[in-house]
T-cell receptor, first 114, second 109 residues
Framework: GAGVSQSPRYKVAKRGQDVALRCDPI?????LFWYQQALGQGPEFLTY????????KSGLPSDRFFAERPEGSVSTLKIQRTQQEDSAVYLC????????????FGPGTRLTVL | QKEVEQNSGPLSVPEGAIASLNCTYS??????FFWYRQYSGKSPELIMS????GDKEDGRFTAQLNKASQYVSLLIRDSQPSDSATYLC?????????FGAGTTVTVRA
């Protein structure tokens, strides 16, 4: 079956621009996660959705970061007024159940802020 | 102190040998433990999950968990060049995963 998909795969933004990153989870998966991965590091948690409810946004670095999942399926991570330190790979993952279970990652979006 | 620590690597092993990867974690409330494989430029791929103390085998991979020692390991038997990748240890006490920085494994032919 289809896995997690993300778009765009690559995004180059000028400092100060707004960007929107899309995640389409595995069909039927209740939980959706966003992670940020810097070069040479493991992914860092950003936010968690259970269906359409955002239950945890404690990992979002600043109020410039905003995520939504309005219909409990596709999710969008938006970054306003991008800064160079936002350059990273943004990974989306989904899992079948609510709560802790196996998470499956999409291919990621590599964001470069110039 | 980071929540999840892994061997810094890189780890170089000859083809056919056993690669041994180690991971320690700080949160005693952790319940779920995972190993992900990440090829260069790709996203993490789940290869093993383990939830209770002891060993779990899947093909050439064996995960070992010791909650008392807060330690989880991954053994790769009969290592192949295609096993060359970064291996990420991930730990969860609720829903979110905490990752180590990864150990890069190179299998030399």
């Amino acid at each position: 079956g289809a896995g997690v998909s993300q778009s765009p795969r690559y995004k180059v933004a000028k400092r100060g621009q707004d960007v929107a990153l899309r995640c389409d989870p595995i069909s039927g998966h209740v939980s959706l996660f966003w992670y940020q991965q810097a070069l040479g590091q493991g992914p860092e948690f950003l936010t968690y959705f259970q269906n359409e409810a955002q239950l945890d946004k404690s990992g979002l670095p600043s109020d410039r970061f905003f995520a939504e999942r309005p219909e409990g399926s596709v999710s969008t991570l938006k970054i306003q007024r991008t800064q160079q330190e936002d350059s990273a790979v943004y990974l989306c993952a989904s899992s079948l159940a609510a709560g802790g279970s196996e998470q499956f990652f999409g291919p990621g979006t590599r964001l470069t802020v110039l | 102190q980071k929540e999840v620590e892994q061997n810094s690597g890189p780890l170089s092993v000859p083809e056919g040998a056993i690669a041994s990867l180690n991971c320690t974690y700080s949160d005693r409330g952790s319940q779920s433990f995972f190993w992900y494989r990440q090829y260069s430029g790709k996203s993490p791929e789940l290869i093993m999950s383990i939830y209770s103390n002891g060993d779990k085998e899947d093909g050439r991979f064996t995960a070992q968990l010791n909650k008392a020692s807060q330690y989880v390991s991954l053994l790769i038997r009969d290592s192949q060049p295609s096993d060359s990748a970064t291996y990420l240890c991930a730990v969860s006490s609720d829903y979110k995963l905490s990752f180590g920085a990864g150990t890069t494994v190179t299998v030399r032919a």
